[in-house]
């Protein structure tokens, strides 16, 4: 099985691949199958998860100082954007933590019962499970 990086616009089109929904308000969206590691390579690190995109996004905004201290009081309060995904116009910008919320399972991290969670945008525009750890995430 090879792995392919899993990217901001890649997961706007699996999450919304399926059909139009009938109903006005509520899209339908696909449950992601996808793999969590550090190592692409290493079969035994694979976390195999499954992601359902809730309709909201964290954003962290970068406030403008003259000296970082590279810790969250760099950041404005978080702002919880719905249909953040949805529009491909949003994009993250530079300095922006930006953790994208749905429902996760899986066999490892968590049980097979779904709980809430996220998935991180990295700067490069890559999904993470945590950008600065290097769990990335990946689609099979």
């Not at 406030?63 to 970082?68: G, I, S």
């Not at 968590?110 to 499970?129: G, H, M, P, R």
Request: charged share 25%; aromatic share 10%.
């Amino acid at each position: 099985m090879t792995l392919k990086q899993l990217t901001l616009g890649k997961m706007r089109k699996l999450v919304f691949a399926c059909k139009k929904s009938n109903k006005q308000y509520l899209p339908n969206i696909n449950e992601l199958n996808l793999v969590i590691t550090d190592n692409p390579k290493d079969k035994k690190t694979y976390e195999n998860i499954t992601f359902l995109y809730s309709g909201t996004t964290h954003i962290y905004r970068r406030k403008n100082l003259k000296k970082y201290t590279h810790t969250m009081k760099d950041y404005k309060n978080v702002e919880i954007v719905t249909n953040w995904l949805e529009n491909r116009k949003n994009q993250p910008q530079k300095g922006d933590i930006v953790y994208i919320q749905g429902l996760i399972k899986g066999n490892g991290i968590y049980n097979k019962e779904w709980q809430s969670s996220f998935l991180q945008v990295c700067n490069n525009k890559q999904i993470a499970w945590k950008c600065i750890s290097g769990l990335m995430v990946y689609e099979k």
